[in-house]
């Protein structure tokens, strides 16, 4: 796959990471977005409602936000374990199970009330 360079406009040469400076005090933006699917598979089709606002969504996070509009699809690791998490708030999310509290906590759910 492709990696993007860091490049020295002032050297002429490719950067390491290592000789990245940030300012003190930066803090990188990510989001969190949830991407529709559009075509569910056997196993995702029973989550997957017929209304629009009733249709799965994948929860995706990222520190390229510039990059949304290009993004065609989502991939996912068939090395992880996945659920399908419901609330009012948010909807039916695809998510890694061992990020849903996480999740829980990002979007600011009461802390005794969880996803289902």
Same mark, same amino acid.
């Given at each position: 796959?492709?990696? /993007?360079?860091? &490049?020295?406009?002032?050297?002429?040469?490719?950067? @390491?990471e290592?000789?990245?400076e940030?300012?003190?005090?930066? =803090?990188?933006?990510?989001?969190?977005? @949830?991407?529709? =699917?559009?075509? /569910?598979?056997? *196993?995702?089709? /029973?989550?997957?409602?017929?209304?629009?606002?009733?249709? %799965?969504?994948? *929860?995706? &996070?990222?520190?390229?936000? &510039?990059?949304?509009? *290009? $993004? +065609?699809?989502?991939? =996912? $690791? /068939?090395?992880?374990?996945?659920?399908?998490?419901?609330?009012?708030?948010?909807?039916?999310? %695809?998510v @890694?199970?061992? +990020? *849903?509290? $996480? %999740?829980?906590?990002?979007?600011?759910?009461p802390?005794?009330?969880?996803?289902?």
């Amino acid at each position: 796959g492709r990696k /993007p360079v860091h &490049w020295s406009p002032s050297s002429r040469t490719a950067l @390491a990471e290592a000789e990245l400076e940030y300012p003190e005090g930066h =803090v990188s933006k990510s989001i969190y977005v @949830a991407f529709e =699917v559009e075509e /569910p598979s056997d *196993a995702l089709r /029973p989550f997957h409602g017929e209304r629009s606002d009733d249709r %799965l969504k994948v *929860a995706v &996070w990222t520190t390229t936000p &510039w990059t949304m509009p *290009a $993004n +065609l699809a989502v991939a =996912v $690791n /068939p090395e992880l374990e996945y659920s399908v998490v419901e609330h009012e708030k948010t909807g039916r999310l %695809l998510v @890694a199970t061992d +990020l *849903a509290s $996480n %999740l829980a906590s990002k979007f600011g759910l009461p802390e005794e009330e969880e996803f289902t």
